[in-house]
Nanobody, 115 residues
Framework: QVQLVESGGGLVQPGGSLRLSCAAS????????MNWYRQAPGKQRELVAG???????KAGDSVKGRFAISRDNAKNTVYLQMNNLKPEDTAVYYC?????????WGQGTQVTVSS
């Protein structure tokens, strides 16, 4: 079955950086749009950033200029570089792979921004 495995989360001080990774298996990775979502306690899951099969990217307004998404099709991996982290970025971050009706999720990785 399809697997998306996130890594790279943790505790970081405000202003710090983290890089999340999501390794995919058992899908034709290169054709999928890859997304990062996050969900904070008591809030709805929201789209953080996405990257299409062609490499086009989009980002949520709250992270523009601070977060960057990228992909390495040779490694079946998508990344989320997060800079200038703020306490409000604290959430569980989920990797998502989407291709038409095919939609898969990772198990999530916790990011906590706190001094």
């Amino acid at each position: 079955q399809v697997q998306l495995v996130e890594s790279g989360g943790g505790l970081v001080q405000p202003g710090g950086s983290l890089r999340l990774s999501c390794a995919a298996s058992r899908i034709i990775f290169s054709i999928y749009t890859m997304n990062w979502y996050r969900q904070a306690p008591g809030k709805q899951r929201e789209l953080v950033a996405g990257i299409s099969s062609g490499g086009g990217t989009k980002a949520g307004d709250s992270v523009k200029g601070r977060f960057a998404i990228s992909r390495d099709n040779a490694k079946n991996t998508v990344y989320l570089q997060m800079n200038n982290l703020k306490p409000e970025d604290t959430a569980v971050y989920y990797c998502n792979a989407n291709y038409f009706d095919n939609n898969f999720w990772g198990q999530g990785t916790q990011v906590t921004v706190s001094s």
